[in-house]
């Protein structure tokens, strides 16, 4: 029978294999990628869009470097604290998992911009650079578990490839999305090789490739952990950072000349991140209980 990339044979449900596969979704470490799953991935990268830039600030522009210094001592060392109690856990916790991403989502910033400020390479030239150390990250992950698996990570190896890979990705997109909204002249960050479109632009065209992805894998149903669902997913995935950065961007500076700012931004975000985080809480119990909506498609 013809396999994925997950490297293990497929068989038709039966109720001995059904209480297999229920026990085995306990001890899951990543959630059901869902519509909702989406949703919650990209307003946790607009919410660490903008309390980074509003932790940055918070001493004031002329002290930018002190308040960059604060923001990643506090968002690292947060991030730490949330991944160790990830990896702590017996199964998929919403509050560990997605607190990780939007942690990762303030500091992972720096990470990127950190390289292009050090070394004076331009935006094209670190998105070329973190999408080749993502590739080496997949090849690493699949050469070390023969498995790269989206859907079920069930012990430490796999889980360290998988967070990995989330923290290569967050860099790819950062630097990616940088790249086309930054204009060649003119402006406060202005970069060669900037593709000049701004950040509502960005956000919009990125927005239209992103949802075709998304259409793809929930009307298409690719199967599952073949090549193109794994790569659509995580195409997906690294337009989530751009496409949230971009928006959160655009409302925090430009929207109506930004009457919003950094810390409203962070408020809204905020809100509407522990709404989500309670949807995904709920919807965890229910899986638990074997409890499956037609709302709970798989995207």
């Known amino acids: 029978m013809e396999r994925g990339l997950l490297?293990?044979?497929?068989?038709?449900?039966?109720?001995?294999?059904?209480?297999?596969?229920?026990v085995g979704s306990l001890l899951n470490?990543?959630?059901?990628?869902?519509?909702?799953?989406?949703?919650?991935?990209?307003?946790?990268?607009a919410l660490g869009e903008s309390v980074s830039d509003f932790s940055t600030q918070i001493f004031g522009m002329q002290n930018q470097g002190l308040g960059e210094l604060f923001t990643v001592a506090w968002s690292l060392g947060l991030f730490a604290i949330m991944l160790t109690?990830?990896?702590r856990s017996k199964k998929y916790n919403p509050f560990y998992y997605w607190t990780s991403v939007a942690l990762l989502a303030v500091f992972g910033t720096f990470s990127a911009d950190t390289l292009k400020a050090l070394t004076g390479l331009h935006y094209l030239e670190t998105t070329i650079i973190f999408l080749v150390l993502t590739i080496v990250g997949f090849v690493g992950w699949y050469l070390t578990t023969h498995d790269l698996s989206i859907h079920r990570i069930t012990n430490h190896r796999q889980e360290a490839f998988y967070w990995i890979t989330v923290a290569f990705t967050f860099m790819l997109g950062t630097a990616?999305?940088?790249w086309f909204a930054t204009y060649r002249t003119g402006g406060y960050n202005v970069d060669p090789t900037g593709?000049?479109?701004?950040?509502?632009?960005?956000?919009?065209?990125?927005?239209?490739?992103f949802l075709a992805l998304v259409g793809y894998r929930l009307f298409a149903k690719p199967r599952e952990n073949s090549g193109?669902?794994?790569?659509?997913?995580?195409?997906?995935?690294?337009?989530?950072r751009p496409i949230g950065a971009s928006f959160a961007d655009y409302l925090g500076y430009d929207f109506m000349k930004g009457v919003l700012g950094n810390n409203w931004m962070s408020v809204i975000g905020l809100i509407v991140f522990a709404l989500t985080l309670v949807y995904?809480?709920?919807?965890?119990?229910?899986?638990?209980?074997?409890?499956?909506?037609?709302?709970?498609?798989?995207a």
Not at 195 to 209: K, M, P, Q, S, Y
Not at 228 to 240: D, G, N, P
């Open 7 to 22: 490297n293990k044979s497929q068989y038709n449900e039966t109720p001995e294999t059904s209480n297999r596969q229920k």
């Open 29 to 45: 470490k990543v959630p059901a990628i869902t519509l909702m799953f989406w949703v919650t991935k990209l307003v946790s990268t």
């Open 85 to 87: 109690l990830q990896f």
């Open 176 to 178: 990616a999305g940088d």
């Open 195 to 209: 593709l000049g479109l701004g950040f509502l632009n960005t956000g919009i065209i990125l927005t239209v490739v």
């Open 228 to 240: 193109i669902e794994i790569f659509t997913f995580w195409a997906a995935y690294v337009l989530t």
């Open 280 to 298: 995904m809480y709920r919807d965890n119990k229910r899986r638990d209980n074997g409890i499956i909506s037609q709302d709970d498609k798989a």
